[in-house]
Nanobody, 125 residues
Framework: QVQLVESGGGLVQAGGSLNLSCAAS????????MGWFRQAPGKKRGFVAA????????YYEDSVKGRFTISRDISKNTLYLQMNSLKPEDTAVYYC??????????????????WGEGTLVSVSS
């Protein structure tokens, strides 16, 4: 079974940056895609970004395009989310996810089968 552990969350002022990490471990890391989701207080969990592990193809939710960058280090089985120009509306618990299939389907939660515990990102105005 794959385990995912996020890190890098914290409090930042609007316009600032944070870099989230997600380390994957387990007997065999066989996921074909990984991604980031977020859940703000009182709202449903939503898609942020995803990457297809083998090709590096990336997919983003419209509100983060141009501000967030998802990437992976294959040798370390680690996923990253570089977040720039942060806004108060980016405040949420950010969850790392892994699964099967292509990353393009993660926006609909298709293929996601493992979740991390989440890391809190707070952006002050």
């Amino acid at each position: 079974q794959v385990q995912l552990v996020e890190s890098g969350g914290g409090l930042v002022q609007a316009g600032g940056s944070l870099n989230l990490s997600c380390a994957a471990s387990g007997r065999t890391f066989s996921s074909s895609a990984m991604g980031w989701f977020r859940q703000a207080p009182g709202k449903k969990r939503g898609f942020v970004a995803a990457i297809t592990w083998s090709t590096g193809n990336t997919y983003y939710e419209d509100s983060v395009k141009g501000r967030f960058t998802i990437s992976r280090d294959i040798s370390k089985n680690t996923l990253y989310l570089q977040m720039n120009s942060l806004k108060p509306e980016d405040t949420a618990v950010y969850y790392c996810a892994a699964g099967l299939g292509d990353g393009r389907y993660f926006k609909s939660f298709i293929g996601v089968n493992v979740w991390g515990e989440g890391t809190l990102v707070s952006v002050s105005s």
